[in-house]
DNA sequence: GAGAACATGTAAGCGGTTACATGATTAT
DNA sequence: ATAATCATGTAACCGCTTACATGTTCTC
């Protein structure tokens, strides 16, 4: 499984930058809209919010509350909004790891619908070269049927598994690409 | 992404169980067998073997080798197979984790037919739960056409995706128990 | 009266990878 | 020459979760 690296970082920016908000709302926020591919516990909000302070991409300011707990509220700087859109429009490293590429896609509106469509026909390609490979390794298993050996069958099914997975993932790029330029621009 | 916990354990008493092997042959057989949808670095298995001898799952011995640095081969105990075969028929704790499911499928063979189709039967369960709760929100969302807002498309997008991954999940499951069942007995 | 929601944070620990250390042999 | 293969192991580190600590108010 995929290394998520500073992808943290622009899950919580993110949400800071739809509106100014604490840690713990953060946590919520990242439950309700992120929650089908993401998700973030408060030992790493915490600690991230503190250094996207130090970095000057957010500001803090601590508001107290009668009877409840004071908060801080978190608010996203122009600098934050920059290296959001920044990381938002560059393809991630490893084309494969959806969920980085859907915490991109999330925040397409940010960059550009061609944009967006950018990321995602390089991930469809890459998602096409990974089906070839597997449909190779599939097709070799099956007509292989010269030892009817013990763990054959269960074997397949794993194999057929991973290329039910990559027809699913071209699937979903290509109509996603078709609804997005369909909708919007048509110039690429 | 869900944890591992104990099977790392598990996919290396699933190689000593089809011939006695050195750290460096497990490394290599589970790139091949298990590549797919598994992996394992030196650093966990070195140490894991030591600890299936401290528990009487395998032993080892020393092979002395000319002009190479000398091997230890480790042989799976009639203790060691016992534990395999029980944790290899168990449903795993988190049935939409799918690759503990994958490695369980994948040693389907030391258990039975009936049972590896019993575990493919809960997933496909789980699944089909999820589809039709994710299927809710996207119908949801795309329903909602009140406001045409900035982020709505990218985020039908990124729903979409998990459907398609769950219609995938239980093509997979409901196609692979037609050909277990189908292929040996039918009386389940 | 119990438990959830509000709210912040830290420390311990787990699971895992990578780099390092060592060194001969064989294939390109 | 140079890289790959053979072979074992450890230490440092990273990413992440969980449990803990603290305390009020609102809801059942």
Redesign the interface.
């Known amino acids: 499984?995929p290394r998520r690296r500073g992808a943290t970082r622009y899950a919580i920016l993110g949400m800071l930058n739809e509106s100014p908000m604490s840690g713990y709302d953060v946590k919520k926020r990242i439950e309700t809209?992120l929650g089908?591919?993401w998700r973030e516990s408060y030992g790493k909000i915490y600690p991230e919010l503190r250094k996207l302070v130090l970095d000057g991409l957010a500001t803090v300011r601590t508001q107290d509350q009668e009877g409840r707990p004071s908060r801080k509220v978190y608010t996203i700087t122009v600098n934050g909004m920059v290296d959001l859109r920044k990381w938002a429009s560059q393809a991630p490293p490893d084309l494969l790891d959806?969920?980085e590429l859907?915490l991109k896609?999330?925040?397409?509106?940010l960059v550009s619908?061609a944009n967006?469509a950018s990321l995602l026909r390089k991930a469809l390609q890459r998602a096409r070269e990974e089906l070839q490979e597997?449909r190779q390794?599939y097709e070799d298993e099956e007509e292989a049927s010269s030892g009817a050996d013990?763990?054959r069958?269960?074997?397949i099914?794993?194999?057929?598994?991973?290329l039910?997975?990559y027809?699913?993932l071209c699937?979903?790029a290509e109509?996603?690409l078709e609804?997005?330029e369909g909708?919007s621009s048509r110039h690429l």
Chains 1, 2 share one sequence.
């Open positions: 499984m809209d089908h591919f959806t969920g859907l896609i999330y925040h397409g509106h619908s967006t597997i390794h013990a763990g069958q269960h074997r099914v794993t194999l057929r598994y991973r039910r997975y027809e699913c699937l979903w109509e996603s609804k997005l909708g």
